[in-house]
């Protein structure tokens, strides 16, 4: 890997803005975030790479396009609050954070919340609250949200996190079984969720506590 600052400006010239990624505010988040810092050391050197990586407890910190796309596609306000459904390295918690005024995530790992929780608090952040529990049924004492992110694949949209938007909220999901996932964009409108799909993407699975 060069230098992380070179890495990062690669990492957005090349694989998101080459792509079509345009939103200027997801582009310097992007450029913001150290995704070095997320990565366990092993894989430091692949930090900028345009793939996913191991993260440990069999998850993945996710390709830095998709993430991007999914950024672009909630076009978050620097007053929204955002609930976040995988926390897994923390990395798009952080992305998040800098785009958003209040930041909820929630990890089923604990190992992972905490080291999450360690990596958002060396870089600062102070707008993140990173809870351990069953991501599909939310934060509803949190709620609602101006949007959801949700970084693990359903087979079926979360009725709960449906719940927990609020009218004119956003939320942005792969849906689908492990080899056929789509990510489905979600806009609430008057009560009613307005759905249109997206990428075809490859995500680890969302899984509730009670299906385990």
């Known amino acids: 890997m060069n230098d992380p600052v070179t ?21 310097d988040a992007m450029l913001r975030v150290p995704r070095e810092t997320f990565v366990p050391e092993i894989y430091r050197a692949e930090a900028y790479e345009d793939h996913p990586l191991p993260i440990g407890d069999d998850q993945t910190i996710s390709q830095p396009y998709v993430v991007a796309v999914m950024l672009e596609a909630l076009q978050l306000a620097p ?6 459904i995988g926390t897994g390295s923390g990395y798009v918690t952080a992305l998040l ?36 529990g069953d991501g599909t049924l939310g934060l509803p004492s949190y709620a ?31 849906v689908g079984p492990s080899d056929s996932q789509q990510l ?29």
Do not use: W
């Not at 007053?79 to 976040?84: F, G, Q, R, S």
């Not at 949200?145 to 999901?173: C, H, K, T, W, Y």
């Not at 609430?188 to 385990?212: A, K």
């Open 7 to 27: 890495a990062r400006q690669q990492m957005v010239d090349s694989q998101l803005r080459a792509r079509g990624i345009s939103d200027p505010r997801v582009l």
């Open 79 to 84: 007053t929204n609050v955002v609930l976040e």
């Open 97 to 132: 954070a800098e785009l958003a005024a209040q930041v909820f995530s929630v990890e089923r790992h604990p190992d992972l919340a905490a080291a999450a929780c360690a990596a958002i608090a060396s870089l600062g952040y102070r707008n993140v609250k990173i809870f351990t």
């Open 144 to 174: 609602p949200f101006d949007a959801i992110l949700v970084s693990a694949a359903a087979l079926e949209l979360p009725p709960a996190l449906l719940s927990q938007l609020r009218d004119g909220g956003r939320m942005i999901v792969p």
């Open 184 to 212: 489905q964009f979600i806009r609430m409108q008057d009560g009613q969720p307005i759905i249109s799909q997206r990428d075809s993407v490859r995500f680890v699975p969302l899984i509730s506590d009670n299906h385990r």
